[in-house]
């Protein structure tokens, strides 16, 4: 198996509490890590954004330092609601249902990484704004 599709797809975990919850964290730095690299991407994007004409102006990085920390934190803050969710579903409904971890994993990674990108696409759509309000 490739290793993005081990990442994406990887073996569900014993189905016990503590290996759902070692399964999720043996996970987390890789969440990190590519949450964060979306984050640096948008931060990078929507620097060069803002200070290209028209109207560009520069904004010192430090500035949004404290955004930054917040995001991520609650971004493992939300990351912990994976193997709640998970040992819940098992408690609940037990064998009934698949091992739901990869699943959640998958979805919770794309979405932090959708909102760790969404500044980017906001600073982009605001750039082209400028540039058509400057031109009309």
């Known amino acids: 198996m490739s290793a ?3 990442f994406l797809y990887p073996t569900p975990a014993k189905r016990t509490v503590g290996g759902i919850v070692k399964w999720w964290e043996t996970r987390r730095l890789a969440y990190n890590v590519a949450v964060g690299s979306a ?3 948008s931060l990078a994007t929507s620097f060069v954004l803002l200070a290209l004409p028209p109207n560009g102006q520069f904004l010192p990085p430090l500035a949004l330092l404290p955004g930054v920390a917040v995001f991520g934190i609650m971004a493992n803050i ?3 609601f994976g193997p709640t969710v998970e ?3 098992e408690k609940i409904w ?3 249902l698949l091992p739901t ?8 990674l794309t979405f932090s990484v959708g909102l760790a990108l969404f500044p980017a696409l906001m ?3 605001f750039w082209v704004a400028r540039v058509v309000f400057s031109i009309f």
């Open 78 to 80: 939300c990351y912990c």
């Open 101 to 108: 971890g990869p699943a959640l994993y998958r979805a919770g």
């Open 123 to 125: 600073s982009t759509f």
């Open 94 to 96: 037990g064998r009934q």
């Open 87 to 89: 040992v819940l579903v």
């Open 4 to 6: 993005i599709t081990e």
């Open 39 to 41: 984050g640096l991407v």
